[in-house]
């Protein structure tokens, strides 16, 4: 029986395309003493996972603002109107001063971009 238990753990290790499980979180805040019953751990946890996860994409998406503007800069600055790289294309609309970025994607394509006065979307 042994034997049956390792092949079926290897044969869980080899399959593409599984997600792999999520380690077990601990609430960074607590319920109150006797509101134990009304509270749904699993819930909570989840509303915790799902702030910390907009957090860092808040930050990303300054951090991506600033690269934008700074591009947009320096395609003025050297006078491209176009440039791509790594699957992003970077389109300098010449008449507005705004940036165009399109990245490829399987399916689609997605765009976003910035004025140049005042590096917002």
């Given at each position: 029986m042994a034997k049956?238990?390792?092949?079926?753990?290897?044969?869980?290790?080899?399959?593409k395309?599984?997600?792999p499980?999520?380690?077990?979180?601990?609430?960074?805040?607590?319920?109150l003493p006797t509101m134990e019953q009304v509270r749904n751990v699993k819930l909570d946890?989840?509303?915790?996972?799902?702030?910390?996860?907009?957090d860092?994409?808040?930050?990303?998406k300054s951090d991506e603002k600033e690269d934008?503007?700074?591009?947009l800069a320096e395609m003025q600055r050297t006078g491209t109107t176009q440039h791509t790289h790594h699957g992003v294309t970077l389109i300098r609309m010449t008449g507005s001063d705004t940036?165009?970025?399109?990245?490829?994607?399987?399916?689609g394509?997605?765009?976003?971009t910035v004025d140049a006065e005042d590096g917002v979307e």
């Amino acid at each position: 029986m042994a034997k049956k238990a390792a092949t079926k753990g290897k044969a869980a290790k080899g399959k593409k395309g599984a997600k792999p499980k999520r380690a077990a979180r601990k609430l960074t805040q607590g319920a109150l003493p006797t509101m134990e019953q009304v509270r749904n751990v699993k819930l909570d946890t989840f509303c915790e996972s799902i702030g910390r996860i907009r957090d860092k994409v808040n930050a990303l998406k300054s951090d991506e603002k600033e690269d934008m503007s700074e591009a947009l800069a320096e395609m003025q600055r050297t006078g491209t109107t176009q440039h791509t790289h790594h699957g992003v294309t970077l389109i300098r609309m010449t008449g507005s001063d705004t940036l165009v970025v399109r990245r490829a994607k399987e399916g689609g394509e997605s765009a976003a971009t910035v004025d140049a006065e005042d590096g917002v979307e």
